[in-house]
């Protein structure tokens, strides 16, 4: 077992290091300038989508808002990571690595704009809201099966499955910490809670989501602004060295900066989730009026991840000084650092940080694997069995153990899902472009809710099932 192990994290040393990130990148770029610079020119629609509310969907009909469709994401995306990726990135990689994840977030915008277009574009109705993402759009648009049957696969595995055990991990953690409580209490409560809001569906899941994720968004947001306030004579400092070793001379003559680019690239296209695939399935769901809504909203989701949520652990982390404390890392890193600020009650906010940050990704993770389960198969028996597993057994089975083995699963099915889903969206690129072009003039027309008609992508029609 461990020769399997050590070679699946050579595997992922390689591919993460050398060619997904490169991939990734070159793809935002892409994206960026075939766009028009989407992700700036249109923020002001973005934020303007978040209260729309002209829909696309039959009377009587249930459907998934656009904001819902927003925070489901978001939900996911907004995990552990932002609390010890970000720590960790900046231990390894020097402050510098804060200046590479925002840079990463910037491009990345444009690729989650047309992989969540995308997911829009090809969504199918479903009988509590419509449901979409990557295996959809590859088979209808690239008509593999195989292909699509592989991602939904990988992304059922890390996400819906192995994920999920190393969010509650992580939950069991930091409550032990904090309060002393056992994993084994911690993980049956949270067993139970998730259990409740999945059997629910979709409709559970976006309710929550949308409650959840305002609240622990803007909690920590306020927490951020209140340390930058009691800090505020040395944010020039910290703004200062985050640049210097980003982009300075002596820092590129020590080869920091290289640990800095690697690092906070890899942390930030980790935490935004840009490209992998994960977003367009919580996109879909969304009835909105023409699929380049969404593509906005969930652009908008990186920029909310890295630029704000990440933003905010990177300057506690700098303001406190203990960013270069060797024996420091992670999400003790974090601790240390908020408790350096607001005092020993510093440690129990992170402890319930993590479980809001922690808990949102469980019951996001979870609804990407009961899309892709949807797609290979509509028993319902396979459906209740992943529920059990999913937000059950595999939540359990995380307060209990260690988990440095899953997470190397979780890394190599992420490599291997994020290769699938880049080949597909660069493949089908031209669409969301088209998309985008109808939009931009449907808003200089005077129109202030576009809308989308099949007439306006004739080659592919009969493979459009959600825009009748």
């Known amino acids: 077992m461990t020769h399997i192990i050590s070679y ?118 479903h009988s509590d809201s419509f449901i979409g993402g990557p295996a959809y759009y590859i088979e209808r648009g690239l008509h593999s099966r195989w292909m699509a049957v592989l991602f939904a696969v990988l992304i059922t595995v890390s996400f819906g499955l192995a994920n999920n055990s190393v969010q509650a991990n992580t939950i069991c953690g930091a409550m032990q910490q904090a309060f002393g409580w056992q994993p084994w209490a911690v993980g049956a409560v949270l067993m139970t809670m998730t259990l409740a809001i999945v059997f629910g569906g979709i409709q559970r899941i976006a309710r929550v989501s949308s409650v959840l994720v305002p609240v622990m968004a803007v909690s920590y947001l306020i927490l951020a602004i209140a340390v930058i306030a009691m800090n505020i004579e040395h944010v020039p400092h910290v703004a200062r060295v985050i640049v210097d070793n980003a982009f300075g001379l002596r820092p590129a003559v020590g080869g920091s900066v290289g640990a800095a680019i690697m690092n906070g690239v890899k942390r930030g296209l980790f935490s935004n989730e840009a490209g992998e695939g994960s977003a367009p399935n919580a996109a879909a769901t969304a009835a909105v009026s023409h699929p380049v809504k969404q593509g906005l909203i969930q652009a908008l989701g990186v920029f909310t991840d890295t630029l704000v949520v990440c933003s905010c652990t990177a300057f506690i982390i700098l303001l406190s000084g203990l960013y270069d404390v060797p024996e420091l890392g992670g999400i003790m890193l974090t601790q240390r650092a908020l408790e350096s600020h607001v005092g020993t009650w510093g440690p129990v906010f992170i402890a ?117």
């Open 8 to 125: 699946i994290d050579t595997a992922n040393a390689f591919i993460w290091g050398y060619i997904l990130i490169a991939a990734l990148v070159g793809c935002g770029l892409w994206f960026t300038w075939r766009t028009g610079f989407v992700q700036f020119h249109m923020a002001g629609e973005m934020l303007r989508l978040l209260t729309d509310t002209h829909t696309r969907s039959a009377a009587g009909e249930k459907h998934i808002s656009s904001f819902q469709a927003f925070a489901v994401s978001l939900a996911s995306r907004v995990g552990t990571g932002n609390l010890a990726g970000v720590a960790t990135a900046i231990a390894v990689g020097g402050p510098g690595a804060v200046m590479w994840m925002w840079l990463t977030a910037l491009v990345g915008a444009a690729t989650a704009f047309v992989e969540s277009t995308l997911g829009q574009l090809f969504k199918r109705h």
């Open 352 to 468: 319930v940080a993590i479980f809001l940050f922690a808990y949102s990704s469980i019951i996001g993770n979870y609804y990407y694997g009961e899309t892709n389960v949807r797609f290979m198969t509509r028993n319902p028996r396979a459906m209740t069995i992943f529920r059990i597993l999913s937000g059950g057994v595999m939540v359990m089975f995380g307060a209990m153990v260690s988990l440095n083995t899953v997470w190397s699963i979780i890394d190599l099915c992420m490599a291997l899902l994020t290769a699938c889903n880049l080949v597909a969206i660069v493949m089908l690129g031209k669409y969301a472009f088209r998309l985008l072009d109808d939009y931009r003039t449907q808003k200089r027309q005077g129109i202030a809710s576009p809308t989308f008609s099949k007439a306006l992508l004739p080659e592919i029609a009969d493979d459009i099932e959600g825009w009748e």
